[in-house]
């Protein structure tokens, strides 16, 4: 969570970040050897403390969020971490959470995305030692015959979640405690101005699928470019949702900076909230493992949705669309209420159902269906959604309440339906969160 400045709490999260970078980094100079020209880096043996000779059997990544706020879908990660508040805005400790992943292969049912469990409750002092078992764990029995079947998410499903947190807890020497409740409400990011404890400011600027660029009069990058110049010391971030927080403004820099934003015409409030909630992949023509656009292509989707997304009534409704060119997951699609996942050039399988706050997988509605279909699917089903929802109900519950589609509970029955999409799992809890 890029926010470091919002509270102590997320000055903790800044913290707890930083210190499992630098324990989990590697200590071997391999890195060095093999992309830094080939060079030999210093003389003796290597030691690698942590992931020794065989290293890991594929990617691991991490999250920390901070409830209510989901920004950097948490439960899409191998290792998580969930900040545990109280009343009095004191953090208490960590909810862990293991075994999530998005990457699937298209009509390989072996393969699915899959939210991570919670583990257990750790203190800050505890974590990083939580962090380096886990992993650890990871290296020892993740597969490393099926490279489809090599990320922690599939060791967690085939291992259960009492195996993991058994082993946790004989190596780390301590009992993780039960996990305490928590409750997300969304997964964006908190766009404008944000003042900070320190009494500076951040701004969360929308970028549309990361793409930083000038074109069609909105000149962007060089509008960044002009704030950069003034905003010397300050401090530029990305977000998981691929957005710019510009951030350390003081006072006296922010006018300042809101007179540039005004100068090219940037302001948050321009777009729909459907947009603001949307991610795309690079896709086609840059990624070799694309089947089709996404970057390129859902911006003139997303806009022809808007009419009707104005007609209804339901423009400043937040629903998450998401779009990726093949079915790797970068821009995390599983976990958008309305998601698209390339098959072939302006060919697209259609998943809906996911929780708003990324906190339940979506289903496949439909296989293969280009731009025509997919605007006569959307356009009377949105319609729909702003007639018969309730006080609240978010557009991935109402399309399961509807009927329209079955919830996956969890991942391992993403590609079931009816009878198949039963309730048990080797972890002993469902995929779901409230």
């Avoid at 969304?186 to 951040?202: C, H, Q, R, V």
């Avoid at 697209?348 to 296989?367: D, F, P, S, T, V």
Wanted: charge should be positive; aromatic fraction near 10%; proline fraction near 4%.
């Amino acid at each position: 969570n890029p926010h470091i400045r919002k509270s102590k709490v997320h000055a903790e999260v800044n913290r707890l970040s930083n210190a499992l970078n630098t324990h989990l980094k590697p200590r071997t100079s391999a890195y060095h050897e093999i992309w830094l020209d080939k060079k030999k880096i210093g003389g003796g043996t290597d030691y690698e403390p942590i992931y020794g000779a065989t290293y890991l059997p594929r990617k691991f990544k991490i999250a920390i969020a901070v409830p209510p706020r989901n920004d950097v879908d948490v439960f899409a990660h191998c290792l998580g971490y969930i900040a545990i508040v109280n009343a009095r805005g004191e953090l208490e400790g960590w909810n862990v959470t293991i075994g999530g992943g998005m990457g699937t292969t298209h009509g390989n049912k072996a393969t699915y995305p899959r939210l991570s469990d919670v583990l257990g409750f750790c203190t800050t002092d505890q974590a990083v030692k939580v962090a380096e078992a886990v992993v650890l764990l990871q290296r020892d029995h993740g597969n490393r015959d099926n490279r489809k079947h090599a990320r922690l998410k599939y060791t967690v499903e085939d291992n259960g979640v009492q195996f993991f947190r058994d082993n946790v807890e004989n190596m780390c020497g301590f009992k993780l405690g039960d996990a305490r409740p928590f409750k997300f409400t969304t997964n964006s990011d908190p766009y404008g101005w944000n003042k900070g404890i320190d009494g500076k400011w951040d701004y969360t600027m929308y970028v549309e699928n990361g793409y930083i660029k000038d074109q069609d009069g909105y000149n962007i990058k060089t509008a960044l470019r002009e704030i950069a110049e003034v905003h010397v010391g300050g401090e530029f971030s990305l977000t998981a949702n691929q957005n710019i927080i510009i951030g350390g403004v003081t006072e006296e820099r922010k006018p300042i900076i809101q007179q540039l934003f005004n100068k090219y015409n940037i302001d948050n409030s321009r777009y729909s909230a459907m947009r603001l909630h949307s991610m795309a992949c690079v896709a086609l023509p840059t990624c070799a493992l694309a089947m089709a656009e996404s970057q390129t292509y859902l911006p003139s989707l997303i806009g022809k949705l808007e009419e009707t997304l104005d007609e209804a009534g339901l423009r400043h409704d937040a629903i998450t669309i998401r779009m990726t060119g093949c079915p790797n997951g970068c821009a995390r699609p599983y976990i958008a209420e309305i998601a698209f996942v390339g098959k072939a050039p302006g060919n697209y399988n259609m998943y809906l159902g996911a929780g708003h706050a990324g906190n339940r997988i979506n289903k496949m509605y439909k296989e293969g269906i280009n731009e025509e279909q997919i605007l006569s699917i959307l356009r009377p089903m949105l319609k729909r959604y702003a007639v018969e929802r309730h006080q609240g109900e978010k557009f991935g519950d109402w399309v399961i309440r509807a009927g329209i589609i079955e919830p996956t509970l969890q991942g391992k029955y993403f590609w079931s339906h009816g009878d198949e999409n039963k309730l048990d799992t080797p972890s002993g809890t469902y995929q779901i969160y409230w």
